[in-house]
Each structure stands twice: as structure tokens, then as C-alpha cells.
């Protein structure tokens, strides 16, 4: 058995969360050992926020063009996939190489350990032959992956998931997409504006079911009118592929064939491999639990989606903010130093004493995690924009709700925009507290104008100051002032 060397921080999974915990610690001068079995920056850069975004990008130019009839003229369109491909190879992923993702890390001091790494007992981590035992704590941000339904004939195929989605250099003729969530129809809509024939199919009753029913709508339609089917309220039941296409058939005798079937029915946590009983924590969970400090159990921390928080980049970062604070002023507690009282600064990766937490919480303290104004986006177009409850969500709260909508196309900015111009504002206010709880953003620009919202989410600003605000005329954050106005 390899003699355990000693180190100050492992940190096992380098995504988006990890690699700012591992690059962080490592600036402050601890020894770190960052470990990555895959990509170093996780799925984000190389699958997911960056390359899906240069392809709705790419695609919303080509909605833009066509938006030309009856604006500015007329326009003649000719989509052309192979500039999008070749900037996601070239701009965005390095062909799926992260030499420079890795340089990064060591460059701040740390130490870069290709492989799988599993919990070996307490402050343990085994990778391969090495073992390593760390003073100071385990960070795990092993991320999540694709959540493949046990839909009958499925796992015999070759189905596409994300990654094969955005990697893509040609285009097939038609798409099938299980799954109607923000991913589903991100994607959905990019390949359709490409020419690709999409149909989505959707379990629930409505597509972007965790949303309010009113971007379901506007979502559901915008898509439609880029010639997206859209099948809700339908079970997958058995998938085929004739080495051809696939057929997808339904409960009650639906069935749907296309050329390429992408799977985006969800994501779940790598647990089941990461050695978790050696700590006595249940690998059988779907996420890992974790307290507002984002301990798993003494000496471990957990950062990013293997938290169940949210698979949002943002929440991954705000995240390692709390996880650096906490490990920093774990190891001045450990080492007996002048802020063992459980103060700690922590600003650009140095390390202060008797001040504000960088990632926010109270003065003087290390941050407790807060999701009550998680901001969330999907990025169709119209763009749908999302902050705190919905009013579903917050009236089986018991919540008194008090509710205001105001049409885009009414607004305006709105009116003045013309074609592309679909959405709404819609507020969710507590009565009793007389503040805003949630809030959605549907529009051309739906995730900037979701900016102010969730401030007034997050601090609790009081509906009588938002009221008394001045909102720039003519724009669409405006129509935050008419949604005040329907209050009710």
C-alpha cells in the first residue's frame, strides 16, 4: 500500500466550482491537489454554458435576419452550421482540450493529478496508486451526469446527450428531443432555426414545467413558430434504431421517428463511485446533503451541482466563495492564529483578518449559503428569466400572494420592438411583508431585465421603494413598473 503523502487541500472534481476552490486556495499558499478525471472547467466551457450559447447566438442572428420582412426591407437567408462548429472547436473548447485550463490551475501554486480519485477514510483520497491525506479538508466537485430514463430499448442505442449535441459538425435532417426543459428547448430551438426538423417530447403537461405557466406558453409558442413540434403529457415507452433513425413510441400509442434522438430528461450526481461510505456518508442519495457552510461532514466540503442546488454555473461559483472563506478559517482555527473566533476575509484569493467576507453574508463572518433569490435563465427566444418562488411554489407555502403581470408587446419598448417581441413581467409579492418573493422575466432581453428582480428579491427591497423608483423610458426593464401597478 503507497505511504499517504501530506497536503493541505484535495480537491476531487475541477468544474466550474472546484477549480475556483482548488486555484483560490492554492493563491492563498496552501498545498493543493486538485484532481480531474475528465476536462479541468467541467462541463460548462466545453458542453454546456459556453458552447450551447454560441450556438443560440449563431441561431438568434438568423431569427434576427428574418425579422428583416417587414422592418428594414427584405432579407435572404442561407443558415450555414459549419462556422458555428468550427468556432466552438477553435474559440471555445481547443478542440476539448484543457492544456490551458490546467496551466492555469498550477500557475496559481497547485498541484494537477489526472485520474479518479475515491474517499479512502478519513481526510483521504486514493487516485490510482497514490493515496494522499489532507490536513485541512476534502473539497468533492464531481458534478453531475446526464439522468438517462429506463425507457424500454434506450441504452441499446446510440442516443445523443448534450455532449454529442453541442459537439456536432453536421447537421442531421430531423431531431427527436426527450425532454422539455431549458436544455431541451435551448437546443430544440437552435437546430430547428438550422433547418433541422425538431420534435420535442415532454412528459409533464407543459414544457418548462418548473416555471411559471406563462413562460411555458410563450416558450412553447416562440418554438412552434420555428416549426418545433411540441408533444406534452407523453410517457416515453419504448425506443428503437433500425441503424437508420430511431422511433420513439409513447403511452396511448404515440409515435415519433427522426434521425438522431437527444436525451435531456435531467442530470444526476456522481456518488456511487467516490468511496463515501469510507466517511460513513449514504452514497444512495441523489445529491449530497450539505449544511449552509456546504459541509458534507467534518473535513469535507461539497461545491457546484453535486449539491443539488441549482446546475447553474453561478450558483457553482457563489458556492466556492462560502467553501474558501470556511476552509481559510478552518486552517487559522487549526493553526491556533489571531481570527479562531470564525471571522474571516477572503478578497481575489488573499487571505485578510477582521473584515467582510468577499462572497457576501454578514460583516465580519464567514457566508452562509442563500438561495432564496437563485437567478435562473433560459436562453430561448424570447429569453425566460427567473428569481425566488413562483406563485405556485409560493402559495402552497401558505404564503399570502399578491401577483402582477404586464404584457411585453403592451410596453413601450415592446411595442416599438415589433416582431420578436413576445413576453411579460410577472412579480410575486408576500402581501403580509409587503416585498417581492419571485419574479420572471420573459423577452428579447429576459435574463438582463431579470437583473434588477432578483436585487429586489435578494434584499427585500419594499414594494412602496420599488414603486417610487425611475425606470428608464422607453426600455423593456420598464415594464417592471406596470407589472408594480397589476398588483394584486
Not at 480519485?117 to 464531481?142: N, P, S, Y
Amino acid at each position: 500500500m503507497a505511504e499517504p503523502e501530506v497536503v493541505d487541500v484535495v480537491v476531487v472534481g475541477l468544474g466550474v466550482g472546484g477549480e475556483e476552490v482548488a486555484g483560490r486556495l492554492a493563491e492563498a499558499g496552501l498545498t493543493v491537489v486538485g484532481v480531474e478525471r475528465d476536462l479541468v472547467g467541467g462541463e460548462c466551457p466545453y458542453w454546456g454554458c459556453i458552447p450551447s450559447k454560441m450556438m443560440i447566438r449563431a441561431a438568434n442572428a438568423i431569427a434576427e435576419a428574418r425579422r428583416i420582412d417587414g422592418l428594414a426591407g427584405a432579407a435572404e437567408v442561407r443558415p450555414d452550421w459549419a462556422p458555428v462548429a468550427k468556432r466552438i472547436r477553435e474559440e471555445a473548447t481547443d478542440t476539448w482540450d484543457d492544456t490551458v485550463a490546467v496551466e492555469r490551475f498550477t500557475g496559481k501554486g497547485g498541484r494537477f493529478v489526472r485520474g479518479s480519485a475515491r474517499l479512502d477514510g478519513l481526510g483521504r483520497v486514493r487516485v490510482g496508486e497514490r493515496v494522499f491525506q489532507a490536513r485541512h479538508g476534502i473539497v468533492l466537485g464531481t458534478g453531475t451526469k446526464p439522468s438517462v430514463p429506463p425507457v424500454d430499448g434506450l441504452a441499446d442505442t446510440p442516443y445523443w446527450t448534450n455532449r454529442q449535441a453541442i459537439e456536432v459538425e453536421e447537421l442531421p435532417e430531423s431531431l427527436l428531443v426527450l425532454g422539455g426543459g431549458a436544455i431541451g428547448l435551448e437546443l430544440a430551438q437552435v437546430f430547428a432555426r438550422f433547418g433541422v426538423r425538431v420534435t420535442v417530447v415532454e412528459a409533464a403537461d407543459r414544457v418548462l414545467a418548473v416555471e411559471e405557466p406563462e413562460a411555458s406558453e410563450v416558450a412553447a409558442a416562440a418554438l412552434r413558430a420555428d416549426g418545433v413540434e411540441i408533444h406534452t403529457g407523453v410517457r416515453a415507452e419504448r425506443v428503437g434504431h433500425d441503424g437508420r433513425g430511431f422511433t420513439l413510441r409513447g403511452a396511448g400509442g404515440a409515435r415519433f421517428t427522426a434521425e438522431r434522438l437527444l436525451v435531456v430528461t435531467g442530470r444526476r450526481a456522481h456518488l456511487d463511485e467516490l468511496g463515501l461510505d469510507t466517511v460513513g456518508v449514504d452514497a444512495g442519495q441523489r445529491y449530497l446533503a450539505v449544511d449552509d457552510r456546504l459541509h458534507v461532514t467534518e473535513g469535507i466540503w461539497a461545491v457546484g451541482d453535486v449539491t443539488g442546488e441549482g446546475a447553474f454555473t453561478h450558483v457553482a461559483m457563489y458556492q466556492a466563495g462560502i467553501v474558501v472563506a470556511d476552509v481559510l478559517d478552518h486552517v487559522r482555527r487549526a493553526d491556533g492564529g489571531p481570527d479562531a473566533s470564525g471571522t474571516a476575509r477572503v478578497t481575489g484569493g488573499a487571505v485578510g483578518a477582521s473584515g467582510a467576507a468577499g462572497t457576501g453574508g454578514s460583516a465580519g463572518a464567514v457566508p452562509r449559503a442563500d438561495y432564496r433569490a437563485l437567478p435562473r435563465v433560459t436562453f430561448t427566444d424570447p429569453e425566460v428569466g427567473a428569481v425566488g418562488l413562483t406563485e405556485r411554489q409560493a402559495r402552497e407555502r401558505g404564503i399570502n400572494v399578491q401577483v402582477g403581470l404586464s404584457e411585453l408587446p403592451s410596453s413601450a419598448r415592446g411595442w416599438i420592438h415589433k416582431s420578436g417581441n413576445e413576453g411579460f413581467v410577472k412579480l410575486v409579492a408576500d402581501a403580509d411583508r409587503g416585498v417581492l418573493i419571485g419574479a420572471t422575466s420573459v423577452g428579447p432581453a429576459g435574463g438582463e431585465v431579470l437583473s434588477g428582480l432578483a436585487v429586489a428579491v435578494h434584499a427585500a427591497v419594499p414594494l412602496g421603494r420599488l414603486r417610487q423608483m425611475i425606470y428608464a423610458y422607453p426600455t423593456f426593464h420598464r415594464a417592471i413598473e406596470d407589472a408594480l401597478r397589476n398588483l394584486r
